[in-house]
């Protein structure tokens, strides 16, 4: 179907039924019909649905969402929540799916990354975090409409929802907030604590790695309540500063990474991080105020490296993006032996083991952990070692 008068392809809103293909990257699965290529919502790989056109730029591919389901794969389970649906929350892309098959789902996909991306062959476990599918989150930001209600955003929409609770959210944080109004058109912050304590745009305390950290509201904290221990084990085992070495916490936020660092090299040795947010900055050096070994630098990573000592190990957690060429270059240069590379998006981790193969550093660990149950997301960490 074209649109009148411009001859442009244009499936939008179209019912179409279709045999669903593999898991994709980006919380859908991949169909084909007609010879395009569909990302479609709401299926499982196996499955026949149908699904209506949600959008359709023209070129080889659109994007659905399933309607109907016609042939159940034997993962589906009916969704907790009435909001992960066509046309719904743009949150959840996997409650359909039971939990094992969730994290199957998502290993498929850090696969087909390494493998498209890297050139790799390797399977990797996404592991299970302890307390269950629900009631998770700990963090959640919320849209206000125009009319001061906050809610959560329509998929790929900047509609708010009318919800009245979020499933995967820690039980009894958002009700409250809910209830109340806000100045429309604002974002509100929503943080259950380490104490208990539900804090709206309010500082809020957490702790983890044996420490404690009162941060102010925006801070980035991971929102999975036992990710910030699992991925300071995980860092600590890896990374082996040497003692009295000198290591990198990159994009290091308050220093979760930093405080193990700090244990390994000890006072005579250094550990530098390095963080845009000044504000991360402040609340990092209060909390880790007792360790002399820790120095800060508030700017962006790219712009600081070339001016830091070299290191014996670097541990990033660069964002979304990765940490991309120029960087990885700036890193190779800097000569670690190690490098310990924190990712939640399993394309650009992929991309960044193939430009560090490309300077000798050899994948030498994967884990992967099912820090986001219900969603697409998950969060790896790798270990780099030079070849």
Same mark, same amino acid.
């Given at each position: 179907?074209? /649109?009148?008068?411009?001859?442009?392809?244009?499936?939008?809103?179209?019912?179409?039924?279709?045999?669903?293909?593999?898991?994709?990257?980006?919380?859908?699965?991949?169909?084909?019909?007609?010879?395009?290529?569909?990302?479609? %919502?709401?299926?499982?790989?196996?499955? %026949?649905?149908?699904?209506?056109?949600?959008?359709?730029?023209?070129?080889?591919?659109?994007? =659905?969402?399933?309607?109907?389901?016609?042939?159940?794969?034997?993962?589906?389970?009916? #969704?907790?929540?009435?909001?992960?649906?066509?046309?719904?929350?743009?949150?959840?892309?996997?409650?359909?799916? /039971?939990?094992?098959?969730?994290?199957?789902?998502?290993?498929?996909?850090?696969?087909?990354?390494?493998?498209?991306?890297?050139?790799?062959?390797?399977?990797?476990?996404? @592991?299970?975090?302890?307390?269950?599918?629900?009631?998770?989150?700990?963090?959640?930001?919320? =849209?206000?409409?125009?009319?001061?209600?906050?809610?959560?955003?329509?998929?790929?929409?900047?509609?708010?929802?009318?919800?009245?609770?979020?499933?995967?959210?820690?039980?009894?944080?958002?009700? $409250?907030?809910?209830?109340? @109004?806000?100045? $429309?058109?604002?974002?509100?912050?929503?943080?259950?604590?380490? /104490?208990?304590?539900?804090?709206?745009?309010?500082?809020?305390?957490?702790?983890?790695?044996?420490? @404690?950290?009162?941060? !102010?509201?925006?801070?980035?904290?991971?929102?999975? $309540?036992?990710?910030?221990?699992?991925?300071?084990?995980?860092?600590?085992?890896? &990374?082996?500063?040497?003692?009295?070495? /000198? #290591?990198?916490?990159?994009?290091?936020?308050?220093?979760?990474?930093?405080?193990?660092? &700090?244990?390994?090299?000890?006072?005579?040795?250094?550990?530098?991080?390095?963080?845009?947010?000044?504000?991360?900055?402040?609340?990092?050096?209060?909390?880790? #105020?007792?360790?002399?070994?820790?120095?800060?630098?508030?700017?962006?990573?790219?712009?600081?490296?070339?001016?830091?000592?070299?290191?014996?190990? *670097?541990? #990033?957690?660069?964002?979304?993006?990765?940490?991309?060429?120029?960087?990885?270059?700036?890193?190779?240069?800097?000569?670690?032996?190690?490098?310990?590379? *924190?990712?939640?998006?399993?394309? !650009?981790?992929?991309?960044?083991?193939?430009?560090?193969?490309?300077?000798?550093?050899?994948?030498?660990?994967?884990?992967?952990?099912?820090?986001?149950?219900?969603?697409?997301?998950?969060?790896?960490?790798?270990?780099?070692?030079?070849?």
């Amino acid at each position: 179907m074209s /649109t009148p008068g411009t001859g442009t392809l244009d499936w939008t809103d179209r019912l179409l039924d279709l045999d669903v293909g593999p898991v994709a990257h980006g919380g859908h699965c991949v169909a084909r019909y007609e010879g395009r290529v569909l990302f479609v %919502r709401h299926a499982l790989p196996g499955e %026949r649905v149908r699904a209506v056109v949600t959008e359709d730029g023209g070129g080889s591919f659109c994007r =659905a969402d399933a309607v109907a389901v016609l042939a159940p794969s034997p993962d589906r389970v009916p #969704a907790p929540c009435d909001w992960a649906r066509a046309g719904g929350c743009g949150g959840c892309d996997l409650q359909h799916a /039971t939990p094992d098959a969730q994290r199957r789902l998502k290993a498929d996909v850090l696969a087909e990354q390494l493998r498209r991306l890297a050139g790799l062959e390797r399977r990797v476990e996404v @592991e299970e975090l302890p307390g269950g599918v629900l009631g998770w989150r700990t963090r959640v930001r919320l =849209a206000v409409d125009d009319e001061g209600r906050a809610g959560l955003r329509a998929h790929r929409s900047h509609d708010v929802l009318p919800v009245a609770d979020c499933p995967i959210t820690v039980p009894g944080a958002l009700p $409250p907030v809910l209830a109340r @109004e806000f100045p $429309p058109g604002s974002e509100v912050e929503v943080v259950a604590d380490a /104490t208990g304590a539900v804090a709206v745009d309010a500082p809020a305390v957490q702790r983890a790695a044996g420490r @404690e950290w009162r941060l !102010s509201p925006g801070v980035f904290w991971q929102v999975h $309540p036992a990710l910030p221990d699992v991925l300071a084990g995980v860092v600590g085992e890896w &990374a082996q500063a040497p003692r009295g070495g /000198t #290591a990198w916490d990159l994009f290091g936020g308050v220093g979760l990474f930093a405080a193990v660092l &700090a244990g390994q090299v000890g006072t005579g040795g250094a550990v530098t991080v390095v963080e845009s947010s000044r504000q991360a900055v402040a609340d990092g050096r209060t909390a880790l #105020a007792d360790l002399p070994q820790v120095h800060w630098r508030a700017g962006r990573v790219e712009h600081l490296v070339g001016a830091l000592d070299a290191p014996d190990v *670097v541990v #990033a957690d660069p964002p979304r993006k990765g940490l991309g060429r120029a960087l990885v270059d700036a890193l190779a240069d800097a000569g670690p032996r190690r490098i310990v590379h *924190v990712a939640c998006d399993p394309a !650009s981790l992929a991309r960044d083991v193939a430009l560090l193969a490309g300077r000798g550093y050899d994948l030498a660990g994967l884990r992967a952990f099912d820090a986001f149950p219900m969603t697409h997301h998950m969060e790896c960490v790798a270990l780099f070692t030079r070849a």
